[in-house]
């Protein structure tokens, strides 16, 4: 049986699925990036998403809001961008210092217009996919010495990288760096000394993620093994 499908009409009988509570996340998501739903409207409905055991409980926190933004359309197959939320003022994350420790920062947050992380022989987690900024275009300055941190933004956020390593390296990983032409910027600028940034697309992998990939690389590893032997024996 196929799994269901998180568009279709709810059942007030049946469990929700992470598929279908994450489909609405992201339609609550849209929206505030859109200027229709407030912050404040976001995260009391985000909390209500996340809590909710039967898909009937999910209608009513999206019964307001278009299946997609008049004007954004996507293309046949094309893959849904949502924009990232913008709200300009002052304000907003400005420093984040970590010595000989670390700092993660995740959920919602705001990333001020200019914002500098500094790791000293320590190092930063930073998710931005649930993040607004401070005006249409921020720029963080990550700054490592025998340090590091792993920078997670989402698919529809545009960002500009320059990057400068000494006796180390930084990592970027974004595939397309402008998904959403027109949008908000981030402009990402890493000095990594004895240290490196690793920056990628996307949500942080949960454990059970990575154990799960690592068992899958490690039976791709035994099986190019035993043909990489098997053609040394013929």
Not at 100 to 122: E, F, H, L, P, S
């Amino acid at each position: 049986m196929s799994d269901h499908d998180p568009q279709s009409t709810p059942s007030p009988h049946l469990r929700a699925s992470d598929a279908e509570r994450e489909h609405a996340a992201e339609r609550l998501r849209q929206a505030t990036g859109d200027g229709r739903l407030t912050v404040e409207e976001l995260d009391e409905r985000l909390e209500a998403v996340y809590a909710a055991r039967l898909q009937a409980e999910l209608e009513p926190l999206t019964a307001d809001l278009p299946d997609e933004p008049a004007g954004r359309e996507p293309a046949a197959g094309a893959r849904r961008v949502r924009r990232v939320p913008v709200r300009a003022g002052e304000g907003g994350t400005s420093w984040i210092v970590s010595v000989m420790g670390g700092n993660d920062r995740k959920g919602r947050w705001r990333i001020g217009r200019a914002c500098r992380v500094v790791n000293v022989m320590g190092g930063s987690n930073l998710d931005l996919n649930d993040a607004e900024l401070a005006a249409g275009e921020v720029t963080m300055t990550v700054v490592s010495v025998m340090g590091g941190s792993d920078i997670y933004v989402p698919e529809g956020m545009n960002v500009e990288v320059t990057k400068i390593g000494i006796m180390g390296g930084n990592d970027v990983d974004l595939g397309d760096d402008r998904p959403d032409p027109g949008g908000p910027v981030l402009r990402l600028r890493l000095i990594s000394i004895m240290g490196g940034t690793d920056v990628s697309r996307g949500r942080p992998r949960s454990r059970r993620q990575r154990r799960e990939e690592l068992r899958e690389q490690r039976q791709l590893d035994r099986t190019e093994r035993h043909d990489r032997h098997h053609d040394e024996d013929r």
